[in-house]
């Protein structure tokens, strides 16, 4: 998988050379990404942090260097669970 994964990710690379780049995937796959970024190997795949559905992950991505910005966020939903309890009927 992580070389399907390292595949793409060098083909939108290429293609995007300038500005920001959604990508949206599933946790697997954005869990491979992280390590990739990390330098880490495929091993860790199933170590913490778990990456919930509609998690946010947010990378920098640098010729010299990445920056992991954000890992598996789920703040959004922490939110709007208190909205949804806090409206008044």
Known sequence: ???RVLKVLKR???EH???NILIVTH???IKCLILI???LSMDKLWDPPYIHDTSLTIVELDKEKNRNVLEGDI???VT???KKNSVNI
Do not use: A, T
Request: no cysteine; glycine share 10%; net charge positive.
């Open 1 to 3: 998988m992580k070389e």
């Open 12 to 14: 939108i690379q290429k």
């Open 17 to 19: 050379q300038l500005g």
């Open 27 to 29: 946790s697997i796959v």
């Open 37 to 39: 970024f990390k330098g």
């Open 75 to 77: 703040s959004h939903r």
């Open 80 to 82: 709007m669970m208190r």
